[in-house]
């Protein structure tokens, strides 16, 4: 196999589940299933889920492991076509104009064709996905997508169901070979079922505890292990509370790396007092938090570990 060739993708769930694992990122089985069907199946995933669940994570691990290149599209209010898919570069557009202007004789029939050329064509993300690469298709994320307004979803159809893109000017430019295309969504608001009819679905939940734990010792392994159980306890009696914003599996990440570098080896109401906001984005669902509180919860997960219900020590 040569430095450019295309890897390969996973033949089965089971190694997709190592290549993602490769990664340092951990999946369950029906995630790895569904992945597996869309990389297999050539169709677009939809992930929607509380933010920090690691849906954004999935596509850039997918892209390192498999060696293509990402395609990212940030999704935000008031995004449209130019941002997007694609625009034309006036100004040198205009410069070729004078040009031609200065050296007299213009035919504008073809003065027209040649400024609305493919080499004026400035490429957006979802353009540029389209593109052929010597690593095989790009990995295109299309990240919160809930963000965007309603109409910009209706320029997604045509690329998420065929794969192209129409420029009125050029024609319909369409992908040699479909690119791996992850969006995703924090349900701000109801994406249109003509775009989730175009994808294989998934909700992304939270993990139980012995995922997050296993994802706690991979993507921070300087944490020491009963540390990490600790941590992982408290977070899971958080997403049990109600609070404006429960704390997602970045957030677990943040804290068990932010209690390593405070040399912690264990929790106790002053160090979790003093680093909540490595978990909690908000001032209501710290207020919630007094002491009292605190110290409860952590009287539940200590008199658990040292059961040993929660595993090994």
Known sequence: MTANAPTPLPHSI?????????GDYIVDRRLATVLFLALRLGRPLFLEGEAG?????????????????????????????????YEWDYPRQMVEIRLAEAAGGIDREQLSHDIFSERFLIRRPLLQALEPDPS????????????????????????LADFQVTVPELGTL???????????SNRTREIHDAVKRRCLYHWVDYPDAARELAIVRRRAPEVMERLGQAVVAFVQRLRGMDLYKLPGVAETIDWSRALAALDTFSLD????????????????????????????????INAEIADARFGPS
């Not at 295109?140 to 307004?149: A, H, N, P, S, V």
């Open 136 to 159: 095989g298709p790009p990995v295109l994320l299309i990240d919160e997508l809930d963000r965007t307004d309603a109409p910009f979803e209706a320029f997604l159809l045509e690329i």
């Open 269 to 300: 109401p002053a160090v979790v007092s003093d680093t909540l906001g490595c978990l909690l984005k908000y001032q209501e669902d710290l207020d919630r938090l007094d002491s009292g509180t605190i110290q409860a919860l952590l009287a539940e």
């Open 14 to 22: 089971d190694a997709l589940t190592a290549l993602l694992e490769a």
């Open 174 to 184: 369409k992908a040699a070979q479909p690119p791996i295309v992850v969006i995703t």
């Open 53 to 85: 669940v690691g849906k954004t994570e999935i596509a850039k691990v997918l892209a390192k492991q498999l060696g293509r290149r990402l395609v990212r599209l940030q999704c935000y209010e008031g995004l449209d076509v130019a941002a997007a898919v």
